[in-house]
């Protein structure tokens, strides 16, 4: 996305209007989406998740982390790959998703959208992907 909107303005607007909208996109962006993924878990049907152990930080007891999620079969949106960006509340058990980019294919590949998350806090749903995901980084120190 920042490729295409860099694009737009250099093809719209002045040379040193452009640096200046470049500087300030990319100081606001979400960290980048880091290829360093570690399957944690494999479930019977085939799904998987993996983790960006890169990407995880902590403060207090948030920890923020990229987490791919892979089907073998695709949902009802035509996707077999999320990738996220969440916050995990390991003193409430709850989470909220950040980022969200959809996939039409395994591992990242073939994007069919992306968007900031509604960024609202969640239960963690027991037997859950996400409450594995709690507990693979909750307990991590």
């Known amino acids: 996305m920042f490729v295409v909107l860099s694009e737009f303005f250099m093809s719209t ?4 209007l452009c640096s200046i909208v470049s500087l300030l996109m990319s100081a606001t962006a ?7 993924f570690s399957e944690v878990y494999v479930a019977p049907s085939g799904e998987t998740i993996a983790i960006d152990r890169e990407s995880l930080s902590r403060r207090d007891e948030v920890v ?8 073998q079969m695709p949902d009802e949106q035509g996707a077999r790959s999320r ?3 969440a916050d995990y509340d390991c003193a409430s058990r709850r989470w909220r998703p950040l ?10 590949r073939d994007r069919i959208a992306a968007a900031d998350a ?4 969640r ?7 996400g ?11």
Do not use: H, M
């Open 64 to 71: 923020t982390l990229w987490f791919r999620n892979d089907r």
């Open 13 to 16: 607007y002045p040379r040193y």
């Open 83 to 85: 990738t996220v960006y």
């Open 99 to 108: 980022f969200i980019a959809i996939f039409r294919e395994t591992q990242g």
């Open 131 to 141: 409450e594995f995901i709690f507990t693979v980084v909750c307990t991590t120190r």
């Open 30 to 36: 979400l960290p980048a989406v880091a290829a360093a």
């Open 118 to 121: 509604d960024a609202k806090w």
């Open 123 to 129: 239960p963690l749903i027991p037997g859950s992907n």
